[in-house]
């Protein structure tokens, strides 16, 4: 599966990690600072992969009108069978899952006070089904209360393959980690 972070920019949905800066070309991330230049778009990076790559989606901009534009793509590749979308703007979620409701759709909780609020919204009459979590969130007790309540689960950035062997033990379905190295080795 293919992770890419997809951002609503002047109209079209370009992939990047980095956070820009308002109003000038600069994008920042932890580490680093430097020029915004080109981007691949949504619709680039659909129409090289091979339908059988599965891709997970982590929408960035809040506005309904970029969730809508992520549909659009989906639907103009044939590739909403093929997609997860994830988002740490929940109404974007719940606008997702009233347009689409086969979507399977990932509540992002990066800090302690998203996962208390994601576990409140587990009680409600649609409660959500998946979680994209900070892996330093997940314990094994909590992973296995997710997976008695059908929660699937994925974890982010994982780096270590102690760590990510650890994780896929107690039960997350999922790893998000930059090193493929690691990847490959989880997958022999």
């Given amino acids: 599966m293919v992770e890419a972070d997809v951002w609503q920019h002047r109209g079209r949905l370009i992939l990047r990690h980095d956070h820009k800066l308002p109003l000038l070309p600069i994008l920042v991330d932890q580490w680093h600072v430097r020029l915004d230049r080109t981007h691949l778009t949504l619709d680039e990076l659909l129409g090289i992969l091979d339908q059988r790559v599965r891709l997970f989606l982590d929408i960035k901009s809040a506005e309904w009108s970029a969730a809508q534009a992520v549909l659009e793509a989906l639907s103009r590749h044939r590739a909403e069978a093929s997609t997860e979308l994830c988002s740490k703007h929940w109404g974007v979620l719940a606008a997702l899952r009233e347009a689409r409701p086969g979507l399977t759709l990932f509540h992002s909780v990066s800090n302690r006070w998203r996962l208390r609020a994601f576990l409140r919204l587990l009680d409600g009459p649609t409660g959500p089904v998946a979680l994209s979590a900070r892996h330093s969130l997940l ?12 929660v699937r689960t994925y974890a982010w950035i994982v780096r270590r393959r102690r760590r990510a062997q650890e994780l896929l033990r107690w039960g997350v379905q999922g790893i998000t980690s930059d090193d493929f190295d690691l990847l490959a080795a989880l997958r022999s």
């Fill in 139 to 150: 314990d094994e007790g909590l992973v296995g209360r997710l997976k008695e309540r059908g």
